[in-house]
C-alpha cells in the first residue's frame, strides 16, 4: 500500500492545521490508522490513533484536546485535525496503517505501511 500526507506547513503559535493521509488500493476500511510525529533529535511519538470504523480513537497525552483524527472511507483517506498549535508540535508527521490490530494504538511496531510524512512548523 502507498501512503500519502499533506497538509503540513509552517504556522504561528494558536493557529490550525488540518493533515490528510490517502492510502492506495481496496483495503483501507479494514486498516487501523495512526498518526506520529518525530522532532528533531527525538524519537517517533503517538499522536493519534482510529479504528476501522472510526468509532474508536486514541490521543497520546500531549495532544489530547486539541488534536482530532478522523477517518473517511470512502475517499480511502485519513485525516488529522490540529486545533491551537504550539512550538512544541513542531515535527515530521507520520500516518501509518495497522493490518492486524492487536489492541494498541500507540506501538509503532503495530503499523505495517507506513507514509513519506509531511512537516509542520509552529513558531513562537
Known amino acids: 500500500e502507498q501512503l500519502v500526507e499533506s497538509g503540513g506547513g509552517l504556522v504561528q503559535a494558536g493557529a490550525s492545521l488540518r493533515l490528510s493521509c490517502e492510502v492506495s488500493?481496496?483495503?483501507?476500511?479494514?486498516?487501523?490508522m495512526g498518526w506520529f510525529r518525530q522532532a528533531p533529535g527525538k524519537e517517533r511519538e503517538f499522536v493519534a490513533g482510529?479504528?476501522?470504523?472510526?468509532?474508536?480513537?486514541s490521543y497520546g497525552d500531549d495532544v489530547k484536546g486539541r488534536f482530532f483524527i478522523s477517518r473517511d472511507n470512502t475517499r480511502n483517506s485519513a485525516y488529522l485535525q490540529m486545533n491551537s498549535l504550539q512550538p512544541e508540535d513542531t515535527g515530521h508527521y507520520y500516518c501509518?496503517?495497522?493490518?492486524?490490530?492487536?489492541?494498541?494504538?500507540?506501538?509503532?511496531?503495530?503499523?505495517?505501511?507506513w507514509g513519506q510524512g509531511t512537516t509542520v512548523t509552529v513558531s513562537s
Open positions: 482510529i479504528n476501522w470504523s472510526g468509532a474508536d480513537t
Open positions: 501509518a496503517a495497522d493490518t492486524h490490530y492487536t489492541g494498541r494504538y500507540d506501538v509503532i511496531a503495530e503499523y505495517v505501511f
Open positions: 488500493g481496496s483495503m483501507f476500511k479494514n486498516y487501523y
